[in-house]
């Protein structure tokens, strides 16, 4: 037997009710608040990542999947949608037909990682991204729409933390200022933060070892070193928040761990997901678009990982499928007017099944029992000569002779 890529997964009938329920809801979500769908494809050139999610990231020195193809090109499995997106908004120059650009995307990502609950090689996101837009309003959107994501799929045990990362203006200050505050502190921390500290100081704050910790916790705050145009947009980001009654904590430590971060970060935290609790993340990018070639617009969004929402989801929340009919055939007569029956049933739009091989009756009825069917439509040489079916409500055991011509209609009034 060959087995599944390490990481990776199939998404099986039973658990795939549950994605098709989550996707449903995203996309009627986005929808709402004005996101139009686009799809980029899975590979890009390398490059497009370590200029767009940050030559300093784990995800572009550890993570990546990158290969040389067949013409020498360096193509990377997508590890984020982010930098994709921003390549399609300025190759296709999107921002001449609008002022402000709303996508979202849902698809699979590649990321190295150590596999363990709740994190892949293969994952799935859904990506929602606005350009164009600087109002601390639109950070709240984004931010409500997260939200409203997470509380309409009825994932009540959930957390939303913000935080500002400033600009290129102030960051600057801030770096100086964690990097003085670290002193002689710096050779204790792990080899990865001391590393960071040369590389991207702020990436510190998204050290896990234990030891660390203590030290971490008296560093500074980047919100106490925002200059007034980043302070007073963090204001109103929060300020909008309150004013829709939308609960948030400050966290100090969410930086996030890719590069192109200005101002607003956010993430939602599932109370029930263990060590990988991120349901989402996301913030703001002022300079990602120009940096990747493109005109001076802003950009903000999130992205929620698909296998969290569906680990997070409470029990039972998917709607049932769809009620069922099993048509029985009885002899070969039957058959052929039962066979012709299921395609009417159908061709109505009624999910309808029937067992192709030459089966008893028994082993019939015993199929439609498996397959949860509503109702049963026996065919038979009896009902043939009569000009009928006969309809079985599978639920009460229920049976009544039905007129042929009646029939399609009688189905639907049953599995209604
Ligand atoms: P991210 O925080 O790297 O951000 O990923 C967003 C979400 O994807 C995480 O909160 C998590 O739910 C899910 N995720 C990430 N890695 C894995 C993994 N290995 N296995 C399972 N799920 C995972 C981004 O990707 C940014 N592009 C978000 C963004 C959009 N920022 C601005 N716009």
């Not at 409203?148 to 400033?166: D, M, Q, T, W």
């Not at 043939?384 to 209609?409: F, K, N, S, Y």
């Amino acid at each position: 037997m060959i087995s599944s890529v390490k990481g990776t997964h199939d998404i099986l009938p039973g658990e795939v009710e549950k994605w098709q329920y989550v996707e449903r809801v995203a996309r009627e979500l986005c929808g709402r608040y004005g996101y139009v769908e686009i799809r980029t494809p899975v590979i890009e050139r390398e490059e497009l990542f370590v200029k767009g999610t940050g030559g300093t990231t784990d995800i572009v020195q550890k993570e990546m999947y990158t290969f040389t193809d067949k013409g020498g090109e360096r193509i990377s499995l997508r590890p984020e949608a982010t930098p994709s997106m921003v390549r399609a908004y300025v190759e296709h120059a999107l921002e001449q037909a609008l002022p402000v650009v709303k996508l979202f995307t849902m698809g699979p990502m590649f990321r190295h990682e150590r596999p363990q609950k709740g994190r892949y090689r293969q994952f799935h996101q859904l990506n929602v991204e606005v350009f164009g837009q600087n109002d601390p309003a639109i950070d709240a959107e984004v931010i409500d729409l997260a939200w409203s994501l997470v509380a309409g799929l009825g994932i009540a045990r959930a957390e939303l933390v913000i935080n500002s990362v400033g600009c290129a203006a102030c960051r600057p200050k801030f770096q100086e200022a964690l990097l003085a505050a670290l002193g002689d502190d710096l050779p204790r921390l792990c080899q990865d933060c001391q590393r960071r500290a040369k590389t991207n100081p702020l990436r510190i704050y998204d050290c896990k070892v234990e030891a660390d910790q203590p030290i971490i916790d008296r560093l500074p705050h980047s919100v106490d070193y925002l200059c007034e145009p980043c302070a007073t947009h963090f204001a109103g980001v929060k300020a909008q928040l309150d004013a829709w009654g939308i609960p948030w904590r400050i966290s100090h430590r969410l930086v996030r761990g890719l590069d192109y971060y200005t101002r607003t970060t956010f993430e939602v935290l599932g109370e029930t997901l263990g060590a990988q609790n991120a349901i989402l993340g996301g913030g703001r990018y002022d300079g990602l678009v120009k940096d990747l070639g493109g005109p001076d617009r802003t950009g903000i969004g999130f992205a929620a990982g698909l296998e969290r929402l569906v680990l997070a989801l409470p029990d039972g929340s998917t709607a049932a499928a769809p009620a069922r009919a099993f048509v029985v055939a009885i002899g070969d007569d039957g058959r052929a007017e039962a066979l012709r029956l299921l395609r009417e049933l159908r061709q109505a739009g009624l999910p309808a099944q029937m067992e192709l091989e030459a089966r008893g009756m028994k082993a019939q009825m015993k199929r439609a029992d498996r397959l949860q069917a509503r109702i049963a439509l026996i065919v038979g040489g009896d009902e043939l000569a009569r000009g009928e079916v006969t309809l079985r409500d599978m639920r009460t055991g229920d049976q009544r002779a039905v007129p042929r011509p009646g029939v399609v209609e009688a189905a639907r009034a049953l599995l209604a």
